[in-house]
């Protein structure tokens, strides 16, 4: 399983809204938005990644709320 597919179900089933989408310089970027308990558990699924995964940094920042991925969390194409 590929690491954005692995964000996207994980932010599922703790039913977070947002999106992951990939960077041209190699990185992955992910806006959620939920509970503070449920982003930690989101942060915390980030770090270890899915099974053949390396997880190098993570990095994290405030944002205020986007109400267009309200109700929804996706797969967006690369910036």
């Excluded at 990185?27 to 503070?36: D, T, W």
């Excluded at 929804?72 to 194409?77: A, G």
């Amino acid at each position: 399983m590929g690491y954005r597919v692995y964000v996207e179900q994980m932010a599922g089933v703790l039913g977070l809204q947002g999106y992951v989408r990939n960077r041209r310089d190699g990185r992955v970027e992910v806006f959620a938005m939920g509970s503070p308990e449920k982003l930690a558990q989101l942060r915390a699924a980030l770090q270890q990644g899915p099974m053949m995964s390396e997880v190098d940094a993570l990095d994290e920042e405030p944002d205020a709320v986007d109400n267009r991925y309200a109700g929804s969390f996706t797969i967006e194409l690369t910036i």
